[in-house]
């Protein structure tokens, strides 16, 4: 069966430090990958989705990054984080295009202080 | 891109009793209509899902109702239960741009009192 991993679970981290998170889909090939970010008390919203190796589209202007390494392998990045980006960020994966399904990884609480 | 908007954002509920959930879409191609529950704390679960072939799908206490027509969809959970406690959140598939992308509502907080 398919697992997905984040980590690291709670991240609090200074103003105009970096961040790294990072989520493993395991159990699949090939997975279309998406990270979700949801403020307290909000809605999720899609920051980033990948298709595949190398390939990434971003939703939203913000100083935040994804890159994919590897087909299972989905990281969120920040060269200096904001007080505005805390929040509970997600990953999710989904099989094919065909079945739609999306399920969301453990997911990282971001506090930036 | 989709729009979905959702209603009521607070519900609360007798044990025992119906609630309905309520969302309204905005692009007339987009054919999949999934529903999460996510407890506090925890990540969103798939509780339940319609394609836009079906008008309406049954798994236990819960159901969902599609209307094409109006660009709505429904959830309905019957014989609430303290656990059915948590924000629900709808969301449909925009087609265009690929990735298999969710639009999701702003979540309904559902509590179902004793």
């Known amino acids: 069966s398919q697992t997905i991993h984040q980590w690291p679970a709670t991240l609090v981290q200074p103003v105009g430090s970096p961040l790294s998170l990072e989520c493993t889909v395991e159990g699949t090939s090939n997975p279309n990958l998406y990270w979700y970010r949801q403020a307290a008390g909000r809605g999720l919203q899609l920051l980033f989705y990948s298709v595949g190796i190398g390939q990434i589209s971003s939703e939203v202007p913000q100083n935040l990054s994804a890159s994919r390494p590897q087909d299972r392998q989905f990281i969120l990045s920040s060269k200096k984080l904001l007080l505005s980006d805390s929040g509970f960020y997600l990953c999710?994966?989904?099989?094919?295009?065909?079945?739609?399904?999306?399920?969301f990884g453990p997911g990282t609480r971001l506090t930036v202080t | 891109g989709e729009n979905v908007e959702q209603h009521p954002s607070t519900l609360s509920v007798q044990e025992g009793d119906s609630a309905v959930i309520k969302c309204t879409y905005s692009d007339s191609a987009s054919n999949y209509f999934p529903w999460y529950k996510q407890e506090l704390g925890k990540r969103p679960q798939l509780i339940i899902d319609?394609?836009?072939?079906?008008g309406e799908k049954k798994d236990q206490r819960i159901a969902v109702t599609l209307n094409k027509t109006a660009k709505h969809f429904s959830l309905h959970i019957t014989e609430t239960q303290p656990e059915d406690s948590a924000v629900y959140f709808c969301a449909a598939r925009e087609l265009t741009g690929g990735g298999n992308k969710l639009t999701f509502g702003t979540g309904t907080q559902l509590k179902v009192e004793l």
């Open positions: 999710a994966w989904s099989v094919e295009v065909a079945l739609n399904e999306q399920y």
């Open positions: 319609i394609r836009s072939n079906v």
